[in-house]
Nanobody, 114 residues
């Protein structure tokens, strides 16, 4: 059974930092490109960062230089370190494969106040 559990969100002031974690189980993580997605109110879900099993990462232009994605293959966990947060980063953040599957977790809310 595939399960994705995101955590680490919260309320932070602009310029602050958060570190998100996503624990994966059920054969979705191994050797897969994993991604962090976000969905803001009234907007489509978008991919913000992805990382291959061997560590090559890619970022959306809107987060490049501020966010860092990483993974621990032994723990089936992917992380997103978010620095210099902006109000426009406010969204629910999800992890999934890239390209995404139909398995979505509950997400973790990130709210950045100005």
């Amino acid at each position: 059974q595939v399960q994705l559990v995101e955590s680490g969100g919260g309320l932070v002031q602009a310029g602050g930092s958060l570190r998100l974690s996503c624990a994966a189980s059920g054969n979705i993580f191994s050797m897969a490109v994993m991604g962090w997605y976000r969905q803001a109110p009234g907007k489509q879900r978008e991919l913000v960062a992805s990382i291959a099993s061997f560590g090559i990462a890619n970022y959306a232009d809107s987060v490049k230089g501020r966010f860092t994605i990483s993974r621990d293959n032994a723990k089936n966990t992917v992380y997103l370190q978010m620095n210099l947060l902006k109000p426009e980063d406010t969204a629910v953040y999800y992890c999934n494969r890239n390209p995404y599957t139909n398995y979505w977790g509950q997400g973790t809310q990130v709210t950045v106040s100005s």
